[in-house]
């Protein structure tokens, strides 16, 4: 079998032309710079002086599915995409490696970047006419002169920023537990959610949990309990327009974390922090079951709510005054049975009372960590 019709079989290669194998093989032998472990794996045969035709083609075609590998490796993950699927980089730097114009290390090292780079102004139309001819070219050094200098570097940070916040949209994983027309609250399950919190849509916050380092930060406090990230969508370019609350550490911070103070999220959103205590009663079994690889059993929702109740009370309780200033309602009070719905789990009673308000001070001497807040209270006929 000639050494062509293995190229052709070859779908997973790179390199079309069978000219260019023997060149390979010989700059590949040299070249120090190259994975040992995928080279020893390879077998030292493939880069002998084999005299049998067909073990030459399959010596020939291990090559180059080991160099297809290694390029798809350098151009799949740049700072600006995925370019292994263009071909023309793959035999540009195949022709540059074959020269000795570059070893493995130069394109895995910097060249998927600086050509991720070109590609990038290229398709939105921001490089100059010279710089436009891909052909014209040499060598990489000539792409990373020109997209290392100054009439770039500005516009390159705003799409690489784009590009990794688009990654780690790609990753993240939380769960949505409020999204109204005002606001959009999730817990978070991995540094993706956070980093697309801190970064995307918005005011650009600053919580650790989202930073540049912020995989280490979501690991130390995730498994002490959940995160909750909070969008103001009225607001969302302004500085409180982002909040991160954090019950187990006592965390609940503006998007520049400026105001840490229960007080403030209660006057900003009140009754807020009882929808999200409530959402995240709605979703315990979702939320248990994605944080298990957080914390040893998944997230003690029961103990997330009491954290959220006892560490921001003043959130909590806010939204109260509305319901004061309502009319009462005499059909709905006086001696005789009420049926009380907890709102966290849904559980309902029927309990006697002499009214209204008796039936509350029973409620909260019984539970006294709980508010009239916690229940839905009606008289029955």
């Known amino acids: 079998m000639k050494v062509i019709q293995i190229l052709e079989a070859n779908v997973g290669a790179k390199i079309k032309d069978p000219k260019i194998v023997k060149m390979l093989t010989i700059a590949m032998r040299h070249d120090s710079t190259l994975p040992k472990d995928k080279i020893a794996a390879l077998g030292s045969a493939a880069f002998g002086q084999e005299t049998d035709p067909k073990k030459q083609a399959e010596n020939s075609e291990k090559v180059l599915k080991l ?6 490796d350098s151009l799949r993950s740049t ?35 600086a050509l991720g780079a070109w590609k990038a102004l290229s398709i939105r139309g921001k490089l100059k006419e010279p710089h436009q001819d891909f052909n014209r070219f040499k060598n990489l050094r000539q792409i990373q002169s020109i997209v290392q200098s100054r009439e770039y570097r500005d ?39 956070c980093y697309t919190f801190n970064n995307s ?37 302004d500085v409180n327009g982002k909040w991160q609350i954090h019950a187990p550490t006592n965390q609940i911070n503006n998007g520049n974390q400026t105001i840490r103070r229960d007080d403030k999220f209660a006057e900003l959103f009140p009754g807020l922090m009882k929808k999200i205590v409530a959402g995240i009663q709605a979703k315990s079994d979702e939320i248990k079951k994605a944080s298990q690889e957080i914390a040893k059993g998944g997230y003690d929702i029961a103990g997330a709510i009491s954290d959220l109740k006892s560490k921001f009370p003043i959130s909590y309780a806010s939204g109260e005054e509305e319901k004061k200033d309502e009319p009462e309602q005499n059909a709905n009070d006086g001696p005789g049975v009420y049926l009380v ?32 807040a916690d229940y839905t209270i009606e008289k029955q006929e």
Request: glycine share 8%; with cysteine.
């Open 67 to 72: 160099w297809s590998d290694l390029l798809d």
């Open 155 to 193: 516009e390159l940070q705003k799409i690489k920023d784009a590009e990794v916040i688009e990654k780690h949209k790609r990753e993240k994983k939380e769960i949505t537990i409020i999204d109204d027309e005002r606001f959009l609250v999730v817990v978070p399950f991995n540094y993706g959610s």
């Open 79 to 113: 700072d600006y995409g995925d370019l292994s699927q263009d071909g023309k980089f793959d035999e540009w730097l195949t022709r540059l490696y074959t020269n000795g114009v570059v070893d493995y290390e130069d394109i895995n090292g910097e060249g998927g970047d």
């Open 341 to 372: 719905t907890q709102l966290a789990s849904g559980k309902t009673a029927r309990i006697e009372g002499e009214s209204r308000q008796d039936i509350i001070n029973k409620l909260t001497t019984r539970y006294p960590d709980s508010t009239e």
């Open 201 to 237: 849509a918005g005011f650009q916050a600053s919580f650790c949990t989202g930073s540049s380092s912020g995989a280490r930060w979501f690991e130390r406090y995730a498994p002490d309990g959940p995160i909750i990230s909070v969008i103001d969508k009225d607001n969302v370019d």
